[in-house]
């Protein structure tokens, strides 16, 4: 008896979830760019740059909510060092960019202006290919699956988990962000890149590109939910939960956790990998500050925030996090450390489930 | 110049040391040598210029350091230097009156300008002043020529201090390298082969070669005391990156330390530990501004006040995130890991708002200060050799607090088996905050060696919690020696790595050598062994 | 013969018709021609200069039914540890059949290969509904590709519909696990053993907190599993143990005390020195 994959994707969400991914996929694929091109700035329809540029960041920040909620909600493997991936991923675009920039950087050289600072002569034979846009999208899906791919691999191997796993992504995305911090390992420094100029020849700052960039995060946002929901309610996702919930037991029966784990934790970096592409190019810079520690760990919070092992409650708190984050850094920038420390403690404490599971809650009790 | 040198300089070295003597004898100067400044040719004011040198008076010295600074005056016949208004003679120090009408000052070119400063130099040797002395002779060590061989010999026949009379054999060597008699060369050599420094080394490399140095056994004995320096220098160097790694490994294990209690009797890591650090930094800064404002007498005694007040300090912060907020996460290690991350972001806003986000100043104390030179090149610094010191006393400490006192043994019940213990009559709760505070204490202790070796800001325990977590891993949980361990491996191959491959490679080769030691022994270097270890 | 389970034929990626792919499951895996399913020689263990096992022998044949007993610390859960890959031993050999050398393979392999465990405390999934436990522990192919696009087919759903009758759970079939009563857990683990289909089941105390009726069910089932397959059980309950009448091992410090019927085991003076007169 075959089931079509088709039927097994359509069974991974519930009507309701169909009808909410829908009218998503209304907003920002159709409205919100429209709104943006065709209505006249000063119009009070007209959705401007800013909000058009903070909200495809936070999609991509949302899209890596939901590759951290697989690792950590369905496999238990909380991961300190997810920023690393995203950086990743946006280095990778970062490269293409630089070379987009042709000789219009300050230097007029076809070298990057860092590395004319630096006194090379040609490029380093990393950055080879790096012009082209087929082989970068390549290099943007490889680098971080690859990176977490090997480091899984030993890590998973020799069965590293929970507080040991979580500590040494920390001290792996900190060796990173040391890497990119020097100025000879070819990728800019401290200074990271900046100063895109084209995508693909289309100039960067053009409405017609924001508003692409905008809903290609809303894509990738929408397909990595639905990945996301697919592996969840496969069975592949049920072996995944029973891991993280009784690994030996996993063993004795016959499933091999280091694939499992291995297969989620890559597929987890790449989506991360994916975000950081589209996230570069929206902001404008990438630079070491994005493999720092206290940027994973944030990634944590929004899933934390939103509810672990839901998908849609990690989206939510990528949103609700980096809403405040926007709002407080600007009217209380003193205070927002204290916010988001306070965040961190309260939900662990008082909200374990998160919003979703708050909203689960007051709603079982209305019923009752 | 190169067939008349040797002649010229032979000649020369006889007439100084005929001189020698007589100039030291006399205040005064001799007028026709002081009139030879003027000379017409370079070589004959050299000459002029050596003699005065080697006549180790403080007139001669006024005279050439007025040379050197182009205050050197001739008229006609009369060599003088502005007193002020009067002109008066460089030789008698008589005063000329009326002032020449025309002068000007003798000429000074490049090459008599490194004469002038290596006389001057010379001149100092015979300084009343030990250290002004020392300093001259250090100076010599790395560009006394042959002409300045007989100065050497002689200062080396007056100097009382042992100290600089090795440093003065070691320039009077270097100095007869240039020496036309073989066997003087070859006797330098064989003297300088005791060196440990880089610049003797380069001194001898080029006396390898036939085209410089005529004679075989100068050669071979040259080959041989480069070899002999080059294994001194790698001696030292490896002796220092020991020391160095020694030092990051106490810091390392001051930071370890309290951790390796907290997540061994919780088994959960306090990601605040770090901040605990930085509590006890800004405790020590704290001291140090009372013993400032109060007792300023006993200023360089202030580190030791700040001992047990960092310790509380850290300890009560530590006990209050315990039973506000870690208690509560039992159970579940990876929000504790969360919790504590949020817990740390708001010390260190609130270090930030009371005592601004720039860097305090904490000093060392004198006592602290500069530091021992054990070897040539190799100095330790005071302040270093007080930390590892200092770490010791606290792993007596903890290690007597942990076998022989009740809350030891409680806390090691607890981390060998929490139920066991609890059903034995441990009480746990308290234990635990204890534990926490005895933990978050000796971080804080941590925090004032730090206090003295690093910067004092509110970010400054952010880099430590990784490192610490590395060492409890690697010793195994809850086992003091693993701990002890781990922070010295730790240590001496970070040094060693840096020492070849710089501080960002050494930093990502620890890290695999850690991931590939915990393939090997997830348990740790002190494994507990057994069937009730797993899951 | 391999074992591994790399060596399977990975051209034919199964499962994504939604069917079962025992096809690609090495079956039956075993190699019975001697009639032995188990050899353990000389296996010796040691945990920190504690020897867990000491020259220990033991053969298990093909379709038996073997009880072991003996006081605690008499090794029996790290022999079976040794059995499935837990524990590496110090010395001595362990073979699976006449081939399968147990102490080179992974707890998965092992698994694949026809041994299945219950542990001493239930272990089941308490997250999982109990249909699901069942479904997790069903023989198929275990890959981490082929659960990707796994889809439980009608052949499947019967076999597990069978298992939760035959384990009395029916009624309790979408009920997170966790939720069960003492008894009911350790059913489950059974029953997801008996989703296994494997060919030597190691039972570390099945009976622990089963009600009398619920032991004398658990007895009966067990007997009708033997001949089929090959069961060891570690009890130390001997009213089970006689309802079982298999032969019976006794285990002492490490290594094998006795070996017989439950009555000639208990009448050797050496196990009653063991159980009573220390």
């Given at each position: 008896m075959r089931t079509p994959f088709t039927i097994r994707v359509l069974a991974a969400m519930p009507r309701s979830g169909w009808i909410a991914m829908g009218l998503f996929a209304a907003i920002t694929l159709v409205l919100m760019p429209a709104l943006h091109l065709f209505v006249p700035e000063g119009h009070p329809f007209h959705v401007s740059n800013y909000v058009i540029t903070l909200g495809g960041k936070i999609m991509c920040y949302a899209i890596v909510a939901v590759a951290m909620d697989l690792v950590w909600g369905y496999a238990?493997?909380?991961?300190?060092?997810?920023?690393?991936?995203?950086?990743?991923?946006?280095?990778?675009?970062?490269?293409?960019?630089?070379?987009?920039?042709?000789?219009?950087?300050?230097?007029q050289s076809h070298?990057?202006?860092?590395?004319?600072?630096?006194?090379?002569?040609?490029?380093?034979?990393?950055?080879?290919?790096?012009?082209?846009?087929?082989?970068?999208?390549?290099?943007?899906?490889?680098v971080p699956s690859l990176v977490a791919f090997v480091f899984g691999y030993f890590a998973f191997r020799s069965r590293i988990k929970g507080v040991y796993f979580a500590i040494i992504t920390q001290a792996l995305t900190f060796a990173a962000m040391l890497l990119f911090f020097r100025n000879e390992t070819g990728f800019g420094g401290n200074n990271g890149f900046t100063d895109f100029k084209r995508i693909l020849g289309y100039d960067i700052t053009s409405p017609e590109m924001r508003a692409t960039l905008f809903a290609l995060s809303a894509l990738a946002l929408m397909l990595a939910l639905l990945a996301g929901r697919y592996l969840a309610t496969s069975k592949f996702g049920r072996v995944l939960a029973a891991i993280r919930d009784a690994e030996s037991r996993v063993m004795f029966i016959g499933y091999n956790p280091l694939h499992y784990k291995l297969f989620i934790w890559t597929f987890s970096a790449m989506l991360c990998g994916i975000a950081g592409a589209l996230y570069v190019p929206q902001v404008g810079i990438i630079n070491p500050g994005e493999m720092s520690p206290a940027n994973s760990i944030e990634i944590a919070i929004w899933v934390a925030v939103g509810g672990r092992g839901t998908l849609i409650g990690p989206i939510i708190g990528a949103g609700l996090v980096n809403g405040f984050k926007s709002f407080f850094t600007v009217a209380f920038p003193e205070y927002w450390l204290f916010f988001l420390g306070a965040l961190f403690v309260g939900v662990t404490l008082w909200l374990p489930e998160g919003v979703v599971g708050l909203w689960k809650r007051i709603r079982a009790r209305v019923a009752a | 110049m190169t067939d008349t040198g040797p002649t010229m300089k032979r000649l020369l070295l006889t007439l100084l040391l005929l001189l020698l003597p007589a100039s030291n004898a006399f205040a005064a100067l001799d007028p026709a040598l002081v009139r030879q400044l003027a000379a017409e040719e370079s070589d004959d004011k050299i000459a002029a210029i050596r003699q005065l040198g080697a006549s180790a008076s403080a007139d001669a010295a006024k005279v050439l350091k007025a040379m050197a600074d182009d205050e050197l005056l001739v008229a006609d016949e009369a060599v003088f230097i502005f007193d002020g208004e009067q002109a008066v003679d460089a030789a008698t120090g008589a005063v000329i009156d009326p002032v020449p009408e025309t002068y000007e000052s003798i000429t000074v070119n490049n090459r008599l300008r490194s004469e002038l400063a290596n006389a001057l130099a010379a001149l100092k040797l015979y300084d009343p002043d030990r250290a002004v002395r020392l300093a001259a002779a250090t100076e010599l060590q790395s560009n006394a020529g042959i002409g300045m061989a007989p100065i050497l010999a002689a200062a080396m026949a007056k100097?009382?201090?042992?100290?600089?009379?090795?440093?003065?054999?070691?320039?009077h060597a270097l100095a007869n390298l240039e020496n036309p008699d073989a066997a003087a060369r070859l006797a330098a050599v064989e003297l300088l082969a005791d060196s440990a420094s880089p610049a003797t080394r380069g001194l001898l490399l080029p006396l390898l070669d036939e085209a410089n140095e005529p004679d075989a056994a100068v050669r071979e004995a040259a080959a041989q005391a480069v070899d002999a320096i080059e294994a001194r220098l790698a001696f030292g160097e490896i002796l220092g990156q020991i020391f160095s790694g020694l030092s990051l490994s106490s810091i390392l294990l001051l930071a370890a330390l309290g951790l390796a209690i907290t997540y061994g009797v919780m088994g959960v890591i306090n990601m605040a530990h770090g901040e605990l650090l930085m509590i006890g930094a800004y405790a020590t800064f704290f001291t140090q501004t009372l013993f400032r404002a109060y007792f300023p007498d006993y200023i360089d005694w202030y580190v030791l006040a700040a001992i047990p007040a960092a310790f509380l300090a850290a300890a009560l912060v530590g006990m209050l995130l315990e039973r506000t907020v870690i208690r509560r996460l039992y159970g579940r290690p990876l929000e504790t890991l969360l919790a504590?991350?949020?817990?740390?972001?708001?010390?260190?806003?609130?270090?930030?708002m009371l005592f601004g986000a720039q860097n305090v100043e904490v000093a060392n104390p004198v006592w602290m200060s500069g530091g021992v030179e054990i070897m040539a090149g190799l100095v330790l610094p005071w302040n270093r050799i007080v930390i590892i010191g200092f770490t010791l006393f606290v792993l007596a400490l903890v290690w007597v607090l942990m076998q022989k006192t009740r809350l030891g043994l409680f806390v090691r019940a607890i981390t060998q088996n929490r139920p066991m213990a609890g059903c034995v009559g441990v009480p746990t709760g308290r234990v635990d905050t204890m534990a926490f505070g005895l933990g978050a204490g000796i971080a804080g202790l941590g925090g004032v060696a730090l206090s003295q070796i690093a910067n004092v800001g509110p970010d400054m325990g952010q880099g430590y919690i990784v490192d610490s977590f590395l060492v409890v891993v690697l010793g195994g949980v809850g086992q003091l020696a693993g701990a002890v361990w781990a922070a010295l491996g730790l240590g001496v191959v970070t040094k060693f790595l840096e020492g070849w491959s710089g501080a960002v490679i050494a930093k990502i080769v620890v890290l695999v050598i850690v991931i590939v030691f915990i393939q090997k022994r997830p348990q740790g270097l002190f494994a507990l062994k057994g069937r009730f270890v797993d899951n | 013969m391999s074992t591994n389970l790399t060596d399977y034929d990975t051209d034919n990626r199964g499962g994504e018709d939604g069917t079962q792919v025992v096809g690609h499951i090495l079956q039956p895996g075993v190699d019975l021609s001697h009639k032995v399913i188990l050899y353990l020689e000389a296996i010796s263990v040691s945990f920190d200069g504690f020897k867990a096992l000491n020259n220990l022998n033991l053969t298990i044949d093909a379709g038996e039914l073997r009880c072991i007993i003996g006081p605690n610390g008499a090794g029996k859960t790290t022999m079976m540890d040794v059995i499935t890959g837990k524990t590496r031993p110090d010395a001595g050999t362990c073979f699976f059949g006449q081939t399968l050398d147990l102490t080179r393979m992974t707890e998965p392999e092992?698994?694949?290969?026809?041994?299945?465990?219950?542990?001493?405390?239930?272990?089941?999934?308490?997250?999982?509904?109990?249909?699901e436990n069942l479904e997790l522990a069903m023989k198929t192919d275990k890959r981490a590709w082929a659960s990707l696009f796994a889809w439980l087919s009608q052949e499947g759903r019967d076999?597990?519909?069978?298992?939760?009758?035959?384990?009395?759970?029916?009624?309790?079939?979408?009920?997170?696990?966790?939720?069960?009563?003492?008894?009911q857990k350790q059913w489950l683990e059974i029953g997801m053993l008996l989703m296994q289909e494997p060919q030597l089941l190691l039972l570390d105390e099945p009976v622990a907190g089963m009600t009398d009726d619920e032991t004398e069910r658990t007895g009966e089932l067990f007997k009708s599993l033997a001949g089929k397959h090959s069961l060891v059980v570690v009890e130390h309950d001997m009213a089970f143990i006689e309802q079982l009448g298999g032969k019976v091992t006794v285990l002492h410090e490490g290594s094998v005390l006795a070996e017989g019927d439950l009555a000639t085991v208990q009448a050797d003076p050496r196990v009653i020195e063991v159980y009573l007169g220390r």
């Open positions: 238990g493997i909380l991961s300190l060092g997810h920023g690393m991936f995203f950086a990743l991923g946006g280095y990778a675009f970062g490269m293409y960019l630089m070379r987009g920039i042709g000789t219009d950087g300050s230097y070298l990057p202006d860092f590395m004319v600072f630096l006194d090379w002569k040609e490029l380093p034979w990393y950055w080879a290919g790096s012009d082209s846009f087929v082989l970068t999208l390549i290099l943007v899906l490889a | 100097e009382t201090d042992a100290g600089i009379q090795a440093l003065l054999k070691q320039a504590t991350w949020g817990l740390s972001l708001i010390l260190i806003q609130a270090a930030r | 092992i698994a694949h290969a026809g041994i299945g465990r219950k542990f001493q405390k239930p272990t089941i999934f308490e997250n999982h509904t109990v249909f076999r597990i519909t069978d298992t939760l009758k035959q384990v009395r759970l029916d009624h309790e079939a979408d009920r997170p696990a966790g939720l069960l009563s003492h008894g």
